[in-house]
């Protein structure tokens, strides 16, 4: 095999391996965010449902904003200094220490203005004592950030999901089940959460100085804390505009909605939609490395290869997951409680914007790891500032409704364009006519699972019709995809990553 085979099949080996392990990692914190959510809108209803999601989506912002891009800056430099252990520890020491700051600042910010928030926005009482215990674990959550994208920098993957989706989920989980049986109110559940969150974060410090030789130093701060803060201050911004973008849906429905509830079952239905991105998060864990490795090498043509093969496969598990998650929307949202399918054509929208999402693969990767960081800070606050006005306006019109497609409005217009970004300026495009099998593999599942749901229900309903009518279009899918034959270049990719398994 040619060295350009051997290059690809090692990167994509590194990708796949990693994929493997956050979808495992990601299926098992699921699994406990699906017990968790169960719980909490089970035990407390829609209304208090809505006070605690309102709250952790303020955290999950400042927790974002706050470490000032030191986990893309970590992703970027640890591979570019490979071979220089002490600018390693430097950029270590840069993002904890930056992100400590800003995070304390962001927590303080919040518990002052706890009050005047609730009163601009959901006005109910349990809300200010929530986002104050909150507010605790902000820096923790922040600083966990750092800690496991040095991880990911690093391509040790398992650590980092180990940590954030399994530690983490099984620790919330196990703390408020401890609360639920102390019979605590939602405040209590948040203390236990809080709980969990800090001892996570010490677990994840250990562990990184444990299994990795990295340690924070303070020589060679000052020799890569130009290029450092002018890579990570720019995504600060473009993080921002992403948070805004995939958070104020939630965040103007407590401003403008009719109450908690809406936040509640607005957030289910989100919840639902974003499992459709899994397989974008997956290749996302990895291929940030991997790009700016062979961006550095000049291998453009090996990065345009794993770019077009990864995204053609990513789009067509997450259209067929569209699909399923469309034709049983209503048993799906009954689950969580009779209330929650009030959410069935949020759902539906959601659903079509996740699949848009992955539709143009991690081009918003290929794009940062390509030195266009500066390109992205545009894409994200543009789009950003498009979702505030659509939101606006259209959720005073259509409430939830108006929130799910101002949202997914937003997505389409912020892909299209990084995928028309990389075209342009990298040359590289991921889509060709390869795309009609998958795409055609999907309709027919499509029309099988509808058939369960039209003639299944009686005597299957609830869990076990999603279930059964889920199995026969992953089978339909699949049998589609292997009568109409793999794909040379598809096989041919196979083949180069499995010889670099057994070397």
Known sequence: MSDDGDVRGSSMLSILRGSSIFTVGTLVARAFGFLLT?????AVGAVAYGVYVFAKKLITVGAGLADLGADKAVLRFMPKFEDHPERRGAVLTLGLVTSLVASLAAAAALAVAAPAINAH?????????????FAVVLPFYTLRRVVTATFRSLERLE???GVNKVALPAAQVVAVGAAFLLDASLVGVVVALVVAGVAVFAGSFALLFARTDLRPRLAGTREVAAEYYDYSLPLTISRAGSLVY?????LMLGVLA?????????????ALASLLALPLMATNQVFPPVASRLYEEDNYDDLESIYGFLTRWMFGVALLGGAALIVFRAPVLALFGPEFTAGST????????KVVNVAVGPSGYVLMMTDHQYLNVVNQVSTALLNVVLNYVLILRYGMVGAAVATGISIAVVNVARIAQVWYFEGMTPY???YLKPVGAVGYATIAMLAVRLFGAPPLSGLPLILFGGLVGLGTFGAVVWLLGIDDADREFVDQTLSQVGD
């Open 432 to 434: 060709s006519r390869r």
């Open 121 to 133: 926005t959901l006005n109910e009482p349990l809300f200010p004592d929530a986002l104050r215990v």
């Open 38 to 42: 169960l719980a909490l809108t089970h």
């Open 159 to 161: 650590y980092t999901v």
């Open 258 to 270: 009719s109450g908690a509830a809406d936040v509640g079952i607005y957030n289910v239905s989100l």
């Open 246 to 250: 995939s958070n104020v849906d939630v």
């Open 346 to 353: 949020v759902l539906v929208v959601l659903a079509v914007a």
